[in-house]
Structures are given as C-alpha cells and as structure tokens.
C-alpha cells in the first residue's frame, strides 16, 4: 500500500515521456515526473525511496526532493500565504501544506515561521496544526537534567505570562511567566536553560542565565546604558520594578544585586535622581 505523506520505498516499473512510474508489492502504481527527479538517473528496475503526496492538480505523485516535513512529524515552517479559509506553508516541495483556520491556535503571519504537525485531512491531502499538545513527547527519563542548556521553540502563550515550548522539536516544556523578562512570540527560537523537571516529565525552562552569569552580563548592560548616556542614567535602587524590566530586561532584585557589586568596586555612584559613573 502505498502511502500518502510519507516516504516509501518503490520499484521502477515503466518510463513514459512525463516520468516514470512506481509500483509497490502489491502492483498499486504512482507516477514520479521528470521534474521531481532531483537530477538523478533512474532506470526500470530500479528500487527507489520516494515521498508520495497530492501535487496542485489534486493528483497522487511521488518526489526524490526531499519535504522539510513528512505526516505525523513537527517541523518549523514559514508561513508563506493567507487565504479566507486558512493559510499555507512551504515545506519543501512544489506544492504548499493547508493550515485550515481551525487548526490556528493564533494568527499566523506570512514571512513568519512557526511550529507545525503534519497530518492528513480526510480527503487525503496534507495539512498542518499548530496545536501541538497532543503530540508532543514525554522524554525519556535521565535524556535531560537541570541546567542543561537546551534549543526551545515558542508554540503557543498563556493569559498568564507562561509560554509553551517544544525542546528539540519534540518535547514537551514551558516557560514560566516569571522566567522571561521579554516578551517571545510563537515560533521564535530560544536558548533556554532546564530549570525543573516536572512529575509528569514536563520540562520546565528559563532563558535566565545562572545567576552568577546573568549578573556578569547585567553588570556589563548597566555599564554600556551609563557610557552611552554621558556617564549618568536616572535608575538607582529605588526604581520601579516595571521601569527597570522594560529598560534592562531583568528583575529589581537582580538589578539590585548588580548595582551594589558596581559599588562596590567604586565604579558608580548613586543618590536620589539616579546612578553616576565614576
């Protein structure tokens, strides 16, 4: 049986003027265009792995191209045009996968790449979800530890602050809403640092550094914020939370920290209309 989204490994049967045609054990037949060889020399005879899909006439064609995303797979895609009923993505080959509406947990952007699932609809053609919940993997256990430095993808946000993430494409984590000081849309990419690991195997991240790191590098931002500034910059150690997070993207607390080590080693000064450099 020959299946539709997927690759599958096919014998040479015959060559017309337009390409050639597959069949499987079964004698079940697809075609395979000259223009999606990929340059390669094929005889009669030959066994060939393929990727089998609807072509933009609604036909059924294998490729040796290669999709950047094959049925039951999580792949980041750009989003590459919109339409009343839903939008499309390219994953590699002539024709684009459907996102139906549906199936948008939020408004995609052309241009923009994002996460998606990769299924089949019931009319046998390819589309793409970005609710990925359901099919995001539990790790195994001991594959991650705490403060292992991970890559992460946004898949969805939370009212309450907390992003949803996928480590590696596959796994199931999260981002606190205290665990970022910025604001990452879905389908950014993130270095992010293991955190927690949760009962259910859920990972909890952060894109904080450690805190000795992060210190290191506020420390280096406040200093660059005083040159650039001529020296002074109205923030000391009685700024607002709200001022100090949307200008050094940081908590009080760590701003705080910082301040006094800078103080400590006579580089700034501070008193009530903010901090001077020495």
Do not use: W
């Not at 191209?65 to 839903?86: A, F, M, R, Y």
Request: charged share 30%; hydrophobic share 35%; with cysteine.
């Amino acid at each position: 049986m020959i299946l539709i989204g997927e690759y599958n490994n096919l014998k040479v049967s015959k060559k017309v003027d337009f390409g050639y045609y597959l069949e499987d054990e079964f004698g079940e037949e697809v075609l395979l265009p000259n223009s999606a060889l990929n340059d390669k020399s094929v005889e009669e005879g030959d066994k060939l792995k393929v990727f089998v899909y609807r072509d933009s006439k609604d036909r059924i064609i294998s490729t040796l191209k290669t999709p950047e995303l094959t049925v039951g797979n999580i792949g980041h895609l750009e989003v590459v045009g919109q339409s009343p009923i839903g939008a499309f993505a390219n994953f590699g080959l002539e024709r684009d996968a459907f996102i139906p509406i549906k199936e948008q947990a939020f408004k995609l952007k052309v241009g923009k790449k994002y996460l998606f699932y990769m299924y089949l609809d019931k009319t046998d053609r390819l589309a793409l979800t970005t609710r990925l919940d359901k099919y995001l993997e539990t790790p195994e256990p001991d594959k991650f530890k705490v403060s292992d430095e991970v890559d992460a993808i946004i898949y969805d946000t939370c009212t309450n602050g907390t992003l949803n993430v996928a480590i590696d494409k596959k796994y199931r984590g999260l981002i606190l809403g205290n665990e970022h000081f910025e604001y990452i849309h879905p389908g950014e990419e993130v270095k992010v640092r293991v955190k927690k690991i949760y009962d259910d195997g859920t990972l909890g991240v952060t894109t904080r550094k450690k805190r000795l790191d992060e210190k290191d590098v506020l420390t280096e931002k406040i200093l660059q914020h005083l040159r650039e500034n001529g020296g002074f910059m109205a923030f000391n150690d009685k700024s607002s939370p709200e001022d100090i997070k949307k200008t050094f993207s940081t908590s009080k607390n760590y701003f705080k920290i910082a301040l006094g080590g800078l103080m400590r080693q006579k580089l700034i000064t501070q008193d009530k209309e903010g901090t001077r450099l020495l």
